[in-house]
């Protein structure tokens, strides 16, 4: 008797273990997260003189335009 309860007890634990992947789907869309965070990091730090760049070569442009409405 206690052997059956217990076989039917272990059957429902591990059918509720293996049913319930809610876990596992958090941690790989957290992995996935942090992945696209170290990528965008690496590409900062690559493109970062570009762009430095190409925004000193807009102010330098901007230099002597009188702002319309400006005080």
């Known amino acids: ?3 059956r309860a217990f076989a039917q007890l272990s059957a429902r634990i591990q059918s ?3 049913r319930d992947e809610e876990g596992a ?4 869309y957290g992995l996935i997260v942090g992945l696209i965070a170290v ?3 690496a590409a900062m730090l690559v ?4 762009i ?3 925004f000193e070569d807009i102010a330098g442009g901007l230099n ?3 702002v319309v409405g400006g005080d």
């Open 1 to 3: 008797m206690f052997n």
């Open 16 to 18: 509720r273990l293996v």
């Open 25 to 28: 789907t958090a941690v790989e």
């Open 39 to 41: 990528a965008i990091i």
């Open 47 to 50: 493109f970062a003189p570009a």
């Open 52 to 54: 430095q760049g190409i």
């Open 64 to 66: 002597g335009v009188d």
